[in-house]
Protein backbone atom coordinates (compact mmCIF):
# COMPACT_ATOMS: atom_id res chain seq x y z
CA UNK A 1 0.00 0.00 0.00
CA UNK A 2 0.79 3.78 -0.36
CA UNK A 3 1.48 5.61 2.42
CA UNK A 4 -1.89 7.56 1.50
CA UNK A 5 -3.57 4.41 1.80
CA UNK A 6 -2.03 3.30 4.24
CA UNK A 7 -3.15 6.62 6.22
CA UNK A 8 -6.98 4.70 5.46
CA UNK A 9 -6.54 1.74 7.26
CA UNK A 10 -4.74 3.61 10.31
CA UNK A 11 -7.73 5.80 10.62
CA UNK A 12 -9.81 2.78 11.22
CA UNK A 13 -7.24 1.09 13.47
CA UNK A 14 -8.62 2.13 16.72
CA UNK A 15 -6.81 1.92 20.02
CA UNK A 16 -9.39 0.18 22.25
CA UNK A 17 -8.97 1.71 26.33
CA UNK A 18 -11.68 0.62 27.93
CA UNK A 19 -15.02 -1.73 27.20
CA UNK A 20 -17.37 1.16 25.04
CA UNK A 21 -14.29 3.39 24.89
CA UNK A 22 -11.33 3.88 22.17
CA UNK A 23 -8.90 6.24 20.87
CA UNK A 24 -8.87 7.23 17.07
CA UNK A 25 -6.05 9.61 15.69
CA UNK A 26 -5.87 11.94 12.72
CA UNK A 27 -3.45 11.31 9.76
CA UNK A 28 -0.81 13.66 9.53
CA UNK A 29 -1.71 15.78 6.57
CA UNK A 30 -1.43 19.20 7.21
CA UNK A 31 -5.38 19.63 7.27
CA UNK A 32 -6.43 22.83 10.15
CA UNK A 33 -9.30 21.19 11.30
CA UNK A 34 -10.14 17.11 11.36
CA UNK A 35 -11.80 16.21 8.29
CA UNK A 36 -15.82 15.15 9.46
CA UNK A 37 -16.04 12.17 6.77
CA UNK A 38 -13.02 11.08 9.55
CA UNK A 39 -15.05 11.28 12.44
CA UNK A 40 -17.71 9.84 11.20
CA UNK A 41 -15.87 6.59 9.88
CA UNK A 42 -13.97 6.33 13.13
CA UNK A 43 -17.37 6.58 15.15
CA UNK A 44 -19.13 4.25 13.07
CA UNK A 45 -16.36 1.67 13.46
CA UNK A 46 -16.08 2.29 16.74
CA UNK A 47 -19.80 0.93 17.32
CA UNK A 48 -19.11 -1.80 14.88
CA UNK A 49 -16.37 -3.07 17.61
CA UNK A 50 -19.65 -3.32 20.39
CA UNK A 51 -21.94 -5.51 18.19
CA UNK A 52 -22.06 -8.80 16.53
CA UNK A 53 -23.54 -10.26 13.97
CA UNK A 54 -25.26 -7.76 12.40
CA UNK A 55 -24.31 -4.49 9.94
CA UNK A 56 -25.11 -1.07 10.44
CA UNK A 57 -28.05 -0.22 8.25
CA UNK A 58 -28.36 3.90 9.19
CA UNK A 59 -26.23 6.44 11.14
CA UNK A 60 -27.52 9.71 12.42
CA UNK A 61 -24.90 12.45 13.28
CA UNK A 62 -24.27 15.83 14.49
CA UNK A 63 -20.81 17.83 14.11
CA UNK A 64 -20.95 19.97 17.13
CA UNK A 65 -17.16 21.67 17.01
CA UNK A 66 -14.37 21.49 14.40
CA UNK A 67 -11.24 19.19 15.19
CA UNK A 68 -7.84 19.15 16.09
CA UNK A 69 -5.62 16.98 13.96
CA UNK A 70 -2.77 16.98 16.54
CA UNK A 71 -4.66 15.46 19.50
CA UNK A 72 -6.28 12.33 19.57
CA UNK A 73 -10.24 11.48 19.39
CA UNK A 74 -12.01 9.55 22.21
CA UNK A 75 -14.63 7.84 21.34
CA UNK A 76 -17.47 6.94 23.85
CA UNK A 77 -19.88 4.40 22.57
CA UNK A 78 -23.19 3.97 24.37
CA UNK A 79 -24.84 0.49 23.99
CA UNK A 80 -28.49 2.18 24.48
CA UNK A 81 -30.20 -1.14 23.17
CA UNK A 82 -29.90 -4.57 21.94
CA UNK A 83 -33.17 -5.95 20.41
CA UNK A 84 -34.22 -9.23 18.69
CA UNK A 85 -33.74 -7.52 15.74
CA UNK A 86 -32.30 -4.07 16.12
CA UNK A 87 -29.37 -2.99 18.05
CA UNK A 88 -28.63 0.80 18.89
CA UNK A 89 -25.63 2.22 19.90
CA UNK A 90 -24.68 6.02 20.34
CA UNK A 91 -21.54 7.38 20.01
CA UNK A 92 -19.81 10.72 21.17
CA UNK A 93 -16.09 12.04 19.92
CA UNK A 94 -14.37 13.62 22.66
CA UNK A 95 -11.31 16.38 22.22
CA UNK A 96 -10.23 18.23 25.45
CA UNK A 97 -13.00 17.35 27.14
CA UNK A 98 -15.76 18.30 25.14
CA UNK A 99 -17.85 16.72 22.83
CA UNK A 100 -16.82 17.66 19.25
CA UNK A 101 -19.39 14.92 17.39
CA UNK A 102 -22.49 13.08 18.12
CA UNK A 103 -24.15 9.93 15.83
CA UNK A 104 -26.27 7.15 16.92
CA UNK A 105 -26.08 4.28 14.77
CA UNK A 106 -28.93 1.27 14.06
CA UNK A 107 -27.44 -2.24 13.60
CA UNK A 108 -30.04 -5.24 12.07
CA UNK A 109 -29.90 -8.76 11.54
CA UNK A 110 -30.32 -9.94 8.23
CA UNK A 111 -33.44 -10.87 6.52
CA UNK A 112 -35.35 -11.01 3.54
CA UNK A 113 -37.81 -8.73 2.68
CA UNK A 114 -39.79 -6.18 -0.10
CA UNK A 115 -36.71 -4.92 -2.78
CA UNK A 116 -36.83 -2.12 -5.39
CA UNK A 117 -34.78 0.96 -6.06
CA UNK A 118 -33.93 3.76 -8.12
CA UNK A 119 -32.48 2.90 -11.09
CA UNK A 120 -28.64 4.60 -11.70
CA UNK A 121 -28.41 7.86 -13.57
CA UNK A 122 -27.13 7.74 -17.63
CA UNK A 123 -23.32 8.83 -16.21
CA UNK A 124 -19.97 7.78 -18.11
CA UNK A 125 -18.22 5.05 -16.38
CA UNK A 126 -15.18 6.19 -14.71
CA UNK A 127 -12.79 5.11 -17.58
CA UNK A 128 -14.32 7.68 -19.56
CA UNK A 129 -13.19 10.14 -17.47
CA UNK A 130 -9.78 11.83 -16.74
CA UNK A 131 -7.82 10.46 -13.30
CA UNK A 132 -6.12 12.58 -11.30
CA UNK A 133 -2.93 12.64 -13.38
CA UNK A 134 -4.74 13.73 -16.54
CA UNK A 135 -6.46 16.40 -14.55
CA UNK A 136 -4.06 18.02 -13.42
CA UNK A 137 -2.17 17.88 -16.62
CA UNK A 138 -5.13 18.90 -18.95
CA UNK A 139 -8.15 20.40 -16.74
CA UNK A 140 -6.73 21.69 -13.72
CA UNK A 141 -4.60 24.53 -15.29
CA UNK A 142 -7.37 26.51 -16.34
CA UNK A 143 -9.58 25.98 -12.75
CA UNK A 144 -9.28 28.21 -9.86
CA UNK A 145 -6.24 27.69 -6.99
CA UNK A 146 -8.51 26.56 -4.56
CA UNK A 147 -9.70 24.04 -6.62
CA UNK A 148 -6.78 22.68 -7.99
CA UNK A 149 -5.01 22.77 -4.86
CA UNK A 150 -8.26 20.04 -3.65
CA UNK A 151 -8.46 17.93 -6.88
CA UNK A 152 -4.45 17.45 -6.63
CA UNK A 153 -4.41 16.81 -3.14
CA UNK A 154 -3.11 13.07 -2.04
CA UNK A 155 -6.26 11.70 -0.42
CA UNK A 156 -6.80 7.33 0.31
CA UNK A 157 -10.19 8.14 -2.29
CA UNK A 158 -9.73 8.29 -5.93
CA UNK A 159 -12.03 10.98 -7.01
CA UNK A 160 -13.23 11.06 -10.74
CA UNK A 161 -16.05 13.76 -10.95
CA UNK A 162 -18.46 14.24 -14.23
CA UNK A 163 -19.30 17.61 -14.31
CA UNK A 164 -16.41 19.03 -14.51
CA UNK A 165 -16.87 22.60 -16.16
CA UNK A 166 -18.96 23.79 -12.60
CA UNK A 167 -15.15 24.57 -11.46
CA UNK A 168 -14.74 27.28 -14.10
CA UNK A 169 -15.47 30.29 -12.03
CA UNK A 170 -17.73 31.36 -14.36
CA UNK A 171 -20.58 32.10 -11.72
CA UNK A 172 -22.96 30.52 -14.34
CA UNK A 173 -25.90 28.55 -12.17
CA UNK A 174 -26.57 25.00 -13.04
CA UNK A 175 -29.05 22.73 -11.97
CA UNK A 176 -28.21 21.78 -8.62
CA UNK A 177 -26.91 17.98 -9.63
CA UNK A 178 -23.23 16.42 -9.31
CA UNK A 179 -22.19 12.94 -9.92
CA UNK A 180 -18.73 11.65 -9.33
CA UNK A 181 -17.37 8.10 -9.04
CA UNK A 182 -15.23 7.15 -5.76
CA UNK A 183 -13.20 4.42 -4.66
CA UNK A 184 -10.94 3.46 -1.86
CA UNK A 185 -7.32 3.67 -3.87
CA UNK A 186 -6.07 0.05 -3.00
CA UNK A 187 -7.86 -2.91 -1.79
CA UNK A 188 -9.46 -3.52 1.71
CA UNK A 189 -9.91 -6.05 3.53
CA UNK A 190 -13.00 -8.60 3.14
CA UNK A 191 -14.51 -6.86 6.56
CA UNK A 192 -17.83 -5.48 5.53
CA UNK A 193 -17.55 -2.68 8.56
CA UNK A 194 -14.33 -1.49 6.81
CA UNK A 195 -16.59 -1.39 3.58
CA UNK A 196 -18.84 0.93 5.31
CA UNK A 197 -16.62 2.81 7.55
CA UNK A 198 -14.48 3.53 4.12
CA UNK A 199 -18.30 4.91 2.30
CA UNK A 200 -19.13 6.86 4.97
CA UNK A 201 -15.70 8.83 5.41
CA UNK A 202 -16.26 9.72 1.60
CA UNK A 203 -19.82 10.46 1.41
CA UNK A 204 -19.03 13.69 3.28
CA UNK A 205 -15.79 14.71 1.01
CA UNK A 206 -18.30 16.51 -1.33
CA UNK A 207 -21.66 16.58 -1.02
CA UNK A 208 -22.06 19.99 0.50
CA UNK A 209 -20.54 21.87 -1.89
CA UNK A 210 -23.87 20.50 -4.60
CA UNK A 211 -25.99 22.91 -2.36
CA UNK A 212 -24.20 25.68 -4.23
CA UNK A 213 -24.07 24.83 -7.94
CA UNK A 214 -27.65 26.80 -8.54
CA UNK A 215 -25.96 29.80 -7.27
CA UNK A 216 -22.85 29.56 -9.52
CA UNK A 217 -20.79 29.24 -6.94
CA UNK A 218 -18.57 26.77 -4.58
CA UNK A 219 -17.14 25.76 -1.15
CA UNK A 220 -13.85 26.85 -2.91
CA UNK A 221 -14.78 31.04 -2.98
CA UNK A 222 -13.38 32.40 -0.01
CA UNK A 223 -16.90 34.54 0.21
CA UNK A 224 -18.28 31.11 1.18
CA UNK A 225 -18.37 30.47 4.78
CA UNK A 226 -19.51 26.31 4.53
CA UNK A 227 -19.42 23.34 7.18
CA UNK A 228 -21.22 20.40 7.42
CA UNK A 229 -23.77 20.55 10.11
CA UNK A 230 -25.10 16.91 10.36
CA UNK A 231 -25.20 14.00 8.20
CA UNK A 232 -26.93 10.95 8.18
CA UNK A 233 -26.40 7.63 5.79
CA UNK A 234 -28.51 4.84 4.84
CA UNK A 235 -27.10 1.32 4.36
CA UNK A 236 -29.27 -0.69 1.68
CA UNK A 237 -27.13 -3.51 -0.17
CA UNK A 238 -23.43 -5.13 0.21
CA UNK A 239 -20.85 -3.26 -1.66
CA UNK A 240 -17.06 -3.15 -1.56
CA UNK A 241 -15.79 0.70 -1.03
CA UNK A 242 -12.36 -0.60 -3.30
CA UNK A 243 -14.35 -1.01 -6.75
CA UNK A 244 -16.43 2.02 -8.17
CA UNK A 245 -19.20 3.65 -7.00
CA UNK A 246 -21.11 6.28 -7.91
CA UNK A 247 -21.79 8.92 -5.78
CA UNK A 248 -24.83 11.33 -7.33
CA UNK A 249 -25.54 13.77 -5.29
CA UNK A 250 -28.30 16.68 -5.65
CA UNK A 251 -29.88 19.63 -3.34
CA UNK A 252 -33.67 20.07 -3.05
CA UNK A 253 -32.92 23.25 -0.89
CA UNK A 254 -31.15 26.32 -0.27
CA UNK A 255 -32.56 28.50 2.76
CA UNK A 256 -31.31 30.59 5.64
CA UNK A 257 -27.89 30.39 5.30
CA UNK A 258 -28.02 26.37 5.11
CA UNK A 259 -28.02 24.15 2.68
CA UNK A 260 -29.37 21.21 1.61
CA UNK A 261 -27.86 17.98 -0.22
CA UNK A 262 -28.93 13.97 -0.90
CA UNK A 263 -26.70 12.06 -2.61
CA UNK A 264 -27.46 7.79 -3.79
CA UNK A 265 -24.51 5.68 -3.73
CA UNK A 266 -24.87 2.95 -6.82
CA UNK A 267 -22.22 0.31 -7.67
CA UNK A 268 -20.76 -0.60 -10.81
CA UNK A 269 -23.55 -3.02 -11.89
CA UNK A 270 -26.32 -0.31 -10.69
CA UNK A 271 -27.41 -1.90 -7.48
CA UNK A 272 -28.48 1.20 -5.22
CA UNK A 273 -26.26 0.53 -1.99
CA UNK A 274 -26.37 3.25 -0.04
CA UNK A 275 -27.98 6.59 0.76
CA UNK A 276 -26.75 9.64 2.02
CA UNK A 277 -28.42 13.42 3.37
CA UNK A 278 -26.33 16.06 4.64
CA UNK A 279 -27.27 19.95 5.88
CA UNK A 280 -24.57 22.17 5.90
CA UNK A 281 -23.29 25.84 6.89
CA UNK A 282 -23.27 27.49 3.42
CA UNK A 283 -23.16 31.30 4.62
CA UNK A 284 -22.53 34.31 2.25
CA UNK A 285 -19.19 36.60 3.21
CA UNK A 286 -19.08 39.53 0.73
CA UNK A 287 -17.33 41.24 3.23
CA UNK A 288 -14.17 38.57 2.60
CA UNK A 289 -11.93 39.03 0.13
Known amino acids: MSQISDSLMSI ?11 RGRSPRVGWPRVFGGQVIAQSLYAACKTVEGRQPHSLHAYFLLGGDPEIPIIYEVDRLRDGRSFTTRRVLAIQKGEAIFAMSASF ?3 EPGYDHQMPMPDVPPPEALPDRDA ?13 RAYYQRERPIEIR ?11 EAMEPRFHVWIRAMQPL ?15 DLMLLDSSLIAHGTTVFDPQVQAASLDHALWFHRPFRADDWLLYAQDSPSASGARGFSRGLVFDRQGRLVASVAQEGLVRPRPDRV
Open 12 to 22: LDLEPLERNLF
Open 108 to 110: QIE
Open 135 to 147: MSRDILPNMPKAV
Open 161 to 171: PVELRRYAGTG
Open 189 to 203: PDDPATHQAVLAYAS
